[in-house]
């Protein structure tokens, strides 16, 4: 069960802050913004400590659990990247094909479920918005 409470900063969509609150007393914190320049940094606090994804957090190479720091280093690329840390993307597509070598339809690690929640969520936060996307109308 969750709720999402939507706080514009400026314009339309060009600064967004998403509050999120779960069952249990729990709640999540996320900026966006086109605007400014946030670190892009994760941190999940609670009762025995927090973990810290540092940026940029879709990829990141650095870890710190209950501030001990753990280095993920990622492979050289072989091409230019559009993106920091685009290699590290290649740990999801090796486990796209891994799945399909044994003939699984999901992801034991990401299960289909996870991905519809987190695709529920972000169309919630777009329809709270504002934004719509041409295919929204089909």
């Not at 939507?6 to 967004?16: A, H, Q, R």
């Not at 290649?90 to 044994?102: P, T």
């Amino acid at each position: 069960l969750w709720h999402i409470f939507l706080y514009y900063l400026v314009g339309v969509d060009e600064s967004v802050v998403v509050v999120m609150k779960f069952s249990r007393k729990r709640m999540a914190l996320c900026a966006f913004s086109i605007a400014a320049r946030f670190q892009n940094d994760a941190v999940i606090s609670g009762t025995k400590g927090s973990i810290k994804v540092l940026g940029p957090m879709h990829c990141p190479t650095t870890l710190v659990v209950n501030d001990k720091k753990t280095e993920y280093p990622l492979p050289e690329p072989c091409l230019p990247l559009n993106f920091t840390n685009s290699t590290g993307l290649r740990y999801e597509a090796e486990e796209v094909r891994q799945c399909l070598l044994k003939g699984l339809k999901e992801s034991p690690r990401m299960p289909l479920a996870d991905s519809v929640l987190l695709t529920e969520i972000m169309d919630e936060i777009r329809k709270q918005v504002g934004v719509v996307f041409s295919q929204d109308r089909k």
